[in-house]
Structures are given as C-alpha cells and as structure tokens.
C-alpha cells in the first residue's frame, strides 16, 4: 500500500501561481511513476502530468504544458506540481496519484491515489 497526502491548493489570482506538493508513505516510493489528475465540477478527472521513477521522464497535458512543471524528490518520498501563470480554465481538486509500471495518462491505470488539494483560480 502507497498513502498519499496531497498539501498546497487554495485560492490565487490568474497569473499567480501554487506549488501542490505530495508526501508519500508505505511502499519504496521510487519505484513507482507518480502523477497528478484534476477533476472540475461536472467534468471527468483528467491527466495533468506524470513522472517516472528516477525523474528522467515527465509528462504533460497540452492545456499546461509551459505553465506547470512537475518534480520528485526520492529522498523525501514527495512529488511536487509547480503551477505558473494560473488561469480560471485550471480550477479544480488536484489528485496525487502512483502506479507500477510506465507513465499512462488513463486515471484507471493508476493504483493509488490521494484525497484531492482544491485548486480555486479567479479571474
């Protein structure tokens, strides 16, 4: 079992930015491909990005790539999503997520996940 504790979210204007960080407890976290999903109210949960287990490999959405940078720190058993240049479009509750095995952007193949950070951007 991987727990997963994500910390960061809240309420910031459009341009501003928020750093989500991701504490994780239980099994060898660098073994595992950790990701980050949102989920808007009324809409499905979607990828926002994905890194590998050493970090050599990071993976985006197209709607925040150039604006949104995500990172790992082994060491710490922590992921981190680095949200610039927010807009009202990025408004959701952000989920950590891990699974064994390679990057995917498809939610179901992930097998952990975390309770959700909102994320709140005004225009």
């Known amino acids: 079992q991987v727990q997963l504790v994500e910390s960061g979210g809240g309420l910031v204007q459009a341009g501003g930015s928020l750093r989500l960080s991701c504490a994780a407890s239980?099994?060898?976290?660098?073994?595992?491909?950790m990701g980050w999903f949102r989920q808007a109210p009324g809409k499905e949960r979607e990828f926002v990005a994905s890194?590998?287990?050493?970090?050599?490999?990071?993976y985006y959405a197209d709607a925040v790539k150039g604006r949104f940078t995500i990172s790992r720190d082994n060491a710490k058993n922590s992921v981190y999503l680095q949200m610039n240049s927010l807009k009202s479009e990025d408004t959701a509750v952000y989920y950590c997520?891990?699974?064994?095995?390679?990057?995917?952007?498809?939610?179901?193949?992930?097998?952990?996940w975390g309770q959700g950070t909102q994320v709140t951007v005004s225009s």
């Open positions: 997520t891990a699974r064994r095995g390679y990057y995917t952007r498809s939610y179901s193949q992930y097998d952990y």
């Open positions: 239980g099994r060898t976290f660098s073994g595992y491909t």
């Open positions: 890194i590998s287990w050493n970090g050599g490999g990071t």
